[in-house]
């Protein structure tokens, strides 16, 4: 019985599982949108969405020089304290974390949903659902 048992095993071991979640969650922050099976894009949905939830509100350089000298400190820790998580979520990527950066900020005035899965059919090979995730 699976009561109360979060997430998708896909077929994998756990660090097989993290290192998917991982690729193709860097694969989502590079080009905006992938293709992929829908139980994966049903599965990385809660993880990319965390990710960008914890980045949105992050201050930019710009907003840290702007600041006053009391404040630049805590803003920069602030700013510090999400690049390392980053890293620690998307396996030591400074570009897909810096990327995240970049993205995040867009999504500051939504309250969540800032994914979308659109289903495309099934694949020829092997029937497998697949879908399309892209950031909003």
Do not use: C, W
């Amino acid at each position: 019985m699976r009561h109360r048992v979060a997430g998708k095993k896909l077929n994998r071991t756990s660090k097989e599982r993290k290192h998917l979640y991982r690729g193709l969650m860097i694969a989502i922050l590079e080009h905006r949108k992938i293709t992929t099976t829908l139980a994966k894009a049903q599965a990385i949905r809660p993880e990319i969405e965390k990710l960008i939830t914890m980045a949105r509100n992050v201050p930019t350089e710009q907003q840290i020089e702007a600041a006053a000298e009391t404040e630049r400190a805590a803003l920069r820790h602030r700013r510090a304290e999400v690049f390392r998580r980053g890293l620690i979520n998307l396996g030591n990527n400074k570009t897909a974390v810096h990327r995240l950066l970049q993205v995040a900020p867009d999504y500051a005035a939504r309250n969540g949903g800032y994914t979308r899965i659109t289903k495309i059919g099934m694949r020829k090979g092997d029937a497998a659902e697949m879908s399309v995730i892209e950031l909003v």
